[in-house]
């Protein structure tokens, strides 16, 4: 339709309304304004305008800096809540309310950079890094995952790659992605993200698309 933005384009409505929903979600999970001021290293009152209408003389336009830095405490904090449910729901599941659910690790560089119960939520933070998922002996653990969760993976791991290729020096790699995607900086954080509320699934062309551009990179570098 003629004067709409592309799919993965918010308008700044759009952006403010998102960041009333990570905030609402902070909330939730026991953390408050004065703490959401930290996380950014922003003033309450600096957050305070982000919420505010658009179109009022209150309202400011969040940063992508800042709304990434707090939808990372969010996700931090609805896994670790989502921890308990999961283990009833694979026990539930298995009709064995001991069973054990194991515990994996997101081993990235030597760094853990995530443990927890949930696959998916390890793998992401393991793709993140551009690492690997292993249990707590260390043997590595292959997730299984269907066609749209390999999707996710799938662009995750070639967005890490980007992360380290020079992109001829003329963009930044947040403006190598969001060329890739179509997509506003805002939006490029839920691409591949494993909470589902907010998360935008990347297309089997999206994902070949980012491939062969980062591999194009690589060649180049070589």
């Given at each position: 339709m003629e004067g709409m933005p592309p799919k993965y384009h918010m308008r700044v409505g759009e952006?403010?309304?998102?960041?009333?929903?990570?905030?609402?979600?902070?909330?939730?999970?026991d953390i408050d304004a004065a703490a959401r001021a930290k996380i950014c290293g922003l003033?309450?009152?600096?957050?305070?305008?982000?919420?505010?209408?658009?179109?009022?003389?209150?309202?400011?336009?969040i940063t992508v800096e800042a709304l990434d830095k707090l939808r990372e405490a969010a996700m931090d904090a609805y896994w670790e809540a989502a921890a308990e449910p999961y283990r009833e729901k694979v026990r539930y599941a298995r009709e064995d309310n001991r069973h054990i659910v194991p515990t994996l690790i997101a081993l990235c560089g030597g760094m853990m950079r995530e443990r927890h119960i949930h696959p998916?939520?390890?793998?992401?933070?393991?793709d993140t890094y551009g690492g690997h998922v292993i249990d707590t002996t260390g043997a590595p653990v292959a997730v299984e995952l269907d066609e749209l969760a390999e999707l996710r993976s799938r662009w995750r791991k070639a967005a890490h790659r980007c992360s380290w290729?020079?992109?001829?020096?003329?963009?930044?790699?947040?403006?190598?992605?969001?060329?890739?995607?179509d997509c506003c900086p805002y939006s490029l954080w839920r691409i591949g993200s494993e909470f589902y509320p907010w998360a935008i699934q990347p297309t089997k062309a999206m994902v070949e698309r980012l491939e062969d551009a980062v591999a194009e990179l690589e060649r180049d570098a070589a």
């Amino acid at each position: 339709m003629e004067g709409m933005p592309p799919k993965y384009h918010m308008r700044v409505g759009e952006i403010t309304f998102h960041y009333r929903e990570v905030c609402a979600l902070l909330t939730r999970h026991d953390i408050d304004a004065a703490a959401r001021a930290k996380i950014c290293g922003l003033a309450e009152q600096t957050l305070k305008g982000y919420g505010a209408l658009d179109g009022t003389t209150a309202h400011r336009k969040i940063t992508v800096e800042a709304l990434d830095k707090l939808r990372e405490a969010a996700m931090d904090a609805y896994w670790e809540a989502a921890a308990e449910p999961y283990r009833e729901k694979v026990r539930y599941a298995r009709e064995d309310n001991r069973h054990i659910v194991p515990t994996l690790i997101a081993l990235c560089g030597g760094m853990m950079r995530e443990r927890h119960i949930h696959p998916l939520r390890v793998l992401e933070r393991a793709d993140t890094y551009g690492g690997h998922v292993i249990d707590t002996t260390g043997a590595p653990v292959a997730v299984e995952l269907d066609e749209l969760a390999e999707l996710r993976s799938r662009w995750r791991k070639a967005a890490h790659r980007c992360s380290w290729q020079d992109t001829d020096g003329y963009m930044t790699r947040q403006e190598f992605l969001c060329e890739v995607a179509d997509c506003c900086p805002y939006s490029l954080w839920r691409i591949g993200s494993e909470f589902y509320p907010w998360a935008i699934q990347p297309t089997k062309a999206m994902v070949e698309r980012l491939e062969d551009a980062v591999a194009e990179l690589e060649r180049d570098a070589a």
